[in-house]
Structure formats: structure tokens, C-alpha cells
């Protein structure tokens, strides 16, 4: 059971190229999630998913694209880098609230992308 | 979503209780109190969580108020591996289940 796993670890980037950040989970979460973080600062919602072929905007979206066609990946898509896209980006995942008991699920957080756009 | 309210920094003598506070006064009957932590640059590391009733686990306690208006993290005994960023979030399901984070307060352990 290795989690969340997020490739690649580091990355720089000209400005204008496309890459795509990696996300795997192997805990047949449902939810997916996408989010960075700049210097000094907490953490910003970029993307999520419900479930595969669900998806649904963040705070943050704009230059980015994201797909979800399995449960277990949710890759992550920066068309056109800009250095305002210089940041650690992590991948998390969760799975749904208990029906039941109502009690709530633990999002767990990959170990991070560390992007740089020059 | 309900927003949080946290101190932007406290200080914690090694071995004393930690207590952090949190303020969610907008919250609503369906949002989950949500605890993480963030050591470095690190991925943030789940703490605790819970609806309406105190929680207790292996890394600390959660008291949240009768209203719900507020809660507290009490890490018992902190230690030096204590000292990060602690962000109390409110989650709720009907929207996805997102977390969206706020500033958090950073602790600093000291010895």
C-alpha cells in the first residue's frame, strides 16, 4: 500500500512548455485532489474529483487541466507555464464519508512536485 | 464553506500542553472540524477530525464547543518534532469533500 505517489519529485520548466504532473492512489479513494503552494503561504485548491469522469474547479484553475478516467490517477495538466506556476504542488486523496456513522474520512497528501518555470 | 480563524503563531515550552484554538463561527450542521499539520515543505499530515463530540487519538484531542462555534487541539506533551504549521479546516461532503486550507498557525517548541 503505497498511498498517494506523485511524479516527478522536481521539475523546471521554460516558460510556454506543457507538462503534465502525475497522481496515483492506491486505496480506491473516490476523491481526488489537486493543490499548491507558494513560499510562506497555506495550501490553494486547484482541482478535484468525485469520482472518475468527475471533476470540478478549485479556488485556483486557471492554467491548469486536469482528467480523471480511473479511480486511481488524476494527473494534473500546466498548458503554456508561466512563472506564476513556480510552486510545490500536492496530489491527496480521500475516501467518501461513512453512510453509516457519519463520521468523516482522512484526506491523505502525497509527498509533493516541486515546479519551476524560467 | 465555513472559514477558520486561527492564530498566525504561538510558542509552546517542550513537554507542556500545546493548546490551539480555532475559531469557525459560520459553520453549519453539516461541515466536519479537520486538523492538519505541515512540517517543512512537507505533504500536510492528518491530525484529528470530528463533527459535533470531543476526539481523543494517539497524536491529541479535539474539544469543540457545545455551539460548534469554536474547537481547540490540545497536543498533551509537545515535543521539538512538534514544531510546524497546524491548519484547522472545516470540510464539507456535499461539496466534494474539499479542504480548503486558511493560513494556519505555526508552533514553535521550544526547549
Known amino acids: 500500500n503505497a498511498g498517494v505517489t506523485q511524479t516527478p519529485k522536481f521539475r523546471i520548466l521554460k516558460i510556454g512548455q506543457s507538462m503534465t504532473l502525475q497522481c496515483t492512489q492506491d486505496m480506491n479513494h473516490n476523491y481526488m485532489y489537486w493543490y499548491r503552494q507558494d513560499p510562506g503561504m497555506g495550501l490553494k485548491l486547484i482541482y478535484y474529483s468525485v469520482g472518475a469522469g468527475i471533476t470540478d474547479k478549485g479556488e485556483v484553475p486557471n492554467g491548469y487541466n486536469v482528467s480523471r478516467s480511473t479511480t486511481e490517477d488524476f494527473p494534473l495538466r500546466l498548458e503554456l507555464a508561466a512563472p506564476s506556476q513556480t510552486s510545490v504542488y500536492f496530489c491527496?486523496?480521500?475516501?467518501?464519508?461513512?453512510?453509516?456513522?457519519?463520521?468523516?474520512?482522512?484526506?491523505?497528501f502525497g509527498e509533493g512536485s516541486w515546479l519551476t518555470v524560467v | 464553506d465555513a472559514k477558520t480563524t486561527q492564530p498566525t503563531s504561538m510558542d509552546c515550552a517542550e513537554g507542556r500542553a500545546a493548546n490551539l484554538p480555532c475559531n469557525h463561527s459560520?459553520?453549519?450542521?453539516?461541515?466536519?472540524v479537520y486538523w492538519y499539520r505541515q512540517i517543512h515543505s512537507q505533504g500536510p499530515q492528518y491530525i484529528i477530525h470530528?463533527?459535533?463530540n470531543n476526539e481523543t487519538n494517539e497524536m491529541a484531542s479535539l474539544i469543540i464547543t457545545e455551539d460548534r462555534k469554536s474547537s481547540t487541539l490540545i497536543l498533551p506533551h509537545a515535543t521539538l518534532r512538534d514544531t510546524a504549521v497546524y491548519y484547522c479546516i472545516v470540510r464539507r461532503y456535499n461539496q466534494g469533500g474539499k479542504l480548503i486550507f486558511g493560513q494556519g498557525t505555526e508552533l514553535s517548541v521550544k526547549p
Open positions: 459560520t459553520i453549519s450542521g453539516n461541515e466536519y
Open positions: 470530528g463533527l459535533k
Open positions: 491527496a486523496s480521500s475516501g467518501p464519508r461513512d453512510r453509516e456513522t457519519f463520521s468523516g474520512n482522512t484526506i491523505y
